[in-house]
């Protein structure tokens, strides 16, 4: 867990080096190269430095253990944060689609978008690479890691590199086509906005099923039910209830066993169902085994 943690904060810490860069270098190179696409695309990248903090700040707290105020340990802070982000995610995306419709609409009335300067061009073709490579390198992270909010803020610095491409689209069609054409830029932010809006709502999803106590999944159950019938003594399983904490799970059920048994050996089989449960899923993995006798036997 202690590991888990590193480098989950070292893949961040990296990814907020790089969104304080690139908000100073982004909004500079807007202003000189007049591009008011750049200028929000450095806004846009200080949203994923917000998110950099909220997934630092939570995954330190869910990263303790049970104390008495949480017996089943800080699992559902990482949770949390996963929400926060896909939050901050669909507010970037609905940002950029009320900016895009503006620009949109000014421009059918007869504004004008300035033509940008080469600046700002080369700026959206540094932020693109750099956002793409920092990507892939917190998605592999995350998945080594087993971490929805790793993942989460992957998709925030894509969201970052794809809000690039609809301000290069916009200069690049400005500075080659003419200033007709800079309306290409808020048409390509609103097709993006739409995208990065989809991706954040569906990875908000699990979090709030998770923060609702919802079970797991019902091949999982399942499992569950298979791999404790299959330890020896175990007549039978019930009353099962399952949820997720965190990248853990926690698994209540109860074991029918052989009423003629000593305490001791009614013990020992329902340690040996926890153990062979931990053995699948995790030593993290919180369970509870009431026992009960076999009503038919006695």
């Known amino acids: 867990m202690h590991d ?62 049970k104390d008495k105020n949480h017996s089943f340990g800080h699992g559902k802070f990482e949770t949390m944060a996963t929400l926060i982000v896909s939050v901050i995610l669909v507010a970037v995306g609905a940002k950029l689609m009320a900016d895009g419709v503006a620009s949109i609409i000014g421009v059918m009335n007869g504004n004008s978008i300035p033509l940008p300067g080469s600046i700002a061009l080369w700026a959206a073709i540094g932020s693109i690479i750099i956002k793409e490579i920092l990507y892939h390198a917190t998605i592999r992270t995350a998945r080594r890691t087993n971490s929805p909010v790793v993942l989460a803020n992957a998709w925030h ?38 995208a990065i809006i989809v991706v954040a709502v569906k990875m908000s999803l699990p979090s709030l099923a998770e923060l609702l106590e919802t079970s797991l999944p019902e091949e999982i159950e399942k499992d569950i039910i298979s791999i404790a019938n299959s330890v020896q003594g175990v007549e039978n399983i019930h009353e099962l209830k399952t949820r997720r904490n965190g990248i853990s799970y926690i698994i ?5 066993v052989d009423p003629h048994i000593s305490v001791t050996e009614a013990h020992n089989i329902a340690t040996d169902v926890e153990n062979a449960l931990k053995e699948k899923y995790g030593n993290e993995t919180q369970i509870n085994i009431h026992i009960e006798p076999d009503q038919d036997s006695l």
Do not use: Y
Not at 21 to 50: C, E, N, P, Q, W
Not at 252 to 256: E, L, Q, T
């Open 4 to 65: 888990r943690g590193q480098e989950i904060r070292r893949i961040t810490v990296v990814g907020a080096i790089v969104n304080i860069i690139l908000t100073i270098f982004k909004i500079i190179a807007g202003v000189l190269g007049r591009s008011a696409a750049m200028v929000a695309d450095g806004i846009h990248s200080l949203s994923d430095l917000l998110s950099d903090i909220v997934v630092l700040v939570f995954t330190h707290i869910s990263s303790k253990g």
């Open 157 to 194: 610095h894509r969201s970052d590199a794809l809000s690039s491409i609809g301000a290069l689209t916009g200069i690049a069609g400005a500075m080659i086509l003419g200033e007709k054409w800079t309306i290409l830029d808020p048409i390509a932010s609103c097709c993006i906005s739409i």
């Open 252 to 256: 209540d059920a109860h074991i029918v």
